[in-house]
């Protein structure tokens, strides 16, 4: 389908109440029926970080070294609060990025980068290995760079079968990787364990902390256990971080740190071949907001250590809340044995996906794990204030799958 651009202009006031008509199609993050993709803590760290963002609207990140050194001195704070958070040693190094996708890729670049150096192949192919529940961008990754990603079956208590792990390590494994949790269970991955196996067989492990990086560190300090996850497990190379996530930061914004400057010095992208000169790069991305970088250092300054601390006592105990109503839900069990805020559940009773999609009907947009079937929530305060809600819609959905005749459900798992 083509639509030509229009023919005159439409003014401003016209074309927001278009788009405002267009997205009561969307579903209901804002009331909490969507299980991924946004997240929230407070009004004000929204307020903040809404501000934070469109004070810095025009600017451009690409230029912080140069035209805006404000930029520049924002990024280098974030990276630097950071660092500490993830216990990095001192000679430690961090950039900020675009998000899980790019501090991913960037890690993967440059670990790949450093192997070929030590091996002194400038043409090895390697491979990556972790669990089956890693993330799907260390394929991307993988396919952009000519890798192999290696994926071991976890055990049946759904966590990461370390033994298995590592028989698929061989002369080629270049990165172990290990995530702080995992997407589908929502579980930190043994990270000490995974050190101990990198640091005997020589290899880079990548933490994968996208997910809970920034809210990990608050959750221990409030006194729940949180297994070891970054750099104070001594074979830790690298950590990918998102700020846009559980960091409750404006997106694009994400962190992603290295054990020493020889490793990352690998991440950095330095070329003098055209007549422009020298470009000098952290990021994939050439131009990108600089409102990411502002949103960033506003919302970690506005909440500090406290304000972390108090999302994180609301948010674990909504989700014990949340827990036990799931597992008061006669038929219902929870996947594994979640650490943070992502839940996935499941029966052995009846179709957990038509459960989802009867919900469905009334709003609640599905998330679905499909190895063993489950619903997925991945939470945050949005989802506190219609807890009991969900339950009861929950609960009244399972009531109509228990009766109906055999049905298939017709929705499939993606992300
Ligand atoms: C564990 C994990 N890693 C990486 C990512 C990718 O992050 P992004 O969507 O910001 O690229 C996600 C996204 O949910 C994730 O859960």
Known sequence: MRISLPA??????????????????DADW????????VFKAEDSVTEIGKAAFFEYFSENALGGGRAFPSVKRMEDDVVAMALGLFNAPDGGRGF?????????????????D???????DAGHRGNIVASETLHPAFNKGAKLMDLDVRRAPVGPD??????????LIDDNT??????????????????AALGEIATRRGLWLHVDACVGGYLAPFVRMIG???????FVVPGVSSLSADL????????????????????????????????????????????????????????????????????????????????DGIRATPGLHIHGAPDLSIVAYGSDEFDIFRVAEVMGAKGWLPGLVQRPKGIHRMMSMFHAPVLDQYLDDMRAAIGVVRQEAPTKAKIKANY
């Not at 270049?174 to 990270?191: E, T």
């Open 174 to 191: 270049i990165m172990l990787v290990g995530s702080a949790p995992n997407f589908p269970y929502g579980m930190i991955d043994p990270i």
């Open 158 to 167: 759904l966590r990461m079968d370390l033994a298995a792990v590592e028989a």
């Open 114 to 120: 450093w192997s070929r150096k030590q091996r002194g």
């Open 30 to 37: 804002q009331g909490g029926k969507v299980p991924l993709y």
């Open 96 to 112: 900020m990025s675009t998000g899980g996708t790019e501090s991913i890729v960037l890690a993967v670049q440059a670990c790949r």
């Open 244 to 323: 846009h996530k559980f960091g409750f930061c404006p997106k694009p914004a994400s962190t992603v740190f290295y054990r020493d400057a020889d490793k990352a010095q690998h991440h950095i992208f330095d070329a003098d071949v055209w007549p422009n000169g020298r470009f000098v790069t952290t990021t994939i991305v050439g131009t990108r907001p600089a409102g990411g970088a502002a949103g960033a250092w506003a919302v970690l300054n506005h909440l500090g250590v406290d304000g972390f601390k108090r999302i994180a006592t609301n948010l674990m105990r909504f989700i014990d809340d949340y827990k």
């Open 8 to 25: 005159a202009g439409r003014p401003t006031e016209d074309l927001l109440a278009e788009m405002r008509a267009m997205k009561s199609g």
């Open 224 to 230: 729940r256990p949180i297994p070891d996850f970054d």
